[in-house]
């Protein structure tokens, strides 16, 4: 990862749930991770992960993910033992 993806994954893990987080960022950081990603019907992106699949839509118009999703991608990265180094 490098220190952008970094970055990206503190953000994804501060409390209170930041609604800042921009797709792009998001996909850069999963795909660094080993995530694969597949495009499905209409606005919807899964990235698989060792097995394990997160389902999320695309946002639109503006390039930011909903709080929601934030926390969905927190829980999934979580799971799989991924979260921030301590500084």
Not at 14 to 40: H, I, K, M, N, Q
Not at 75 to 83: N, Q, V, W, Y
Request: charged share 35%.
């Amino acid at each position: 990862m490098n220190k952008r993806q970094r970055r990206t994954l503190a953000r994804i893990f501060e409390r209170p749930t930041r609604s800042d987080v921009r797709w792009d960022e998001l996909a850069s950081l999963l795909r660094a991770l080993g995530a694969e990603e597949y495009e499905g019907a209409g606005s919807r992106v899964r990235f698989v992960l060792d097995g394990s699949i997160l389902s999320l839509h695309r946002p639109h118009p503006k390039p930011e993910l909903r709080r929601y999703a934030v926390e969905d991608v927190r829980d999934f990265l979580a799971a799989h033992g991924i979260e921030p180094e301590e500084n």
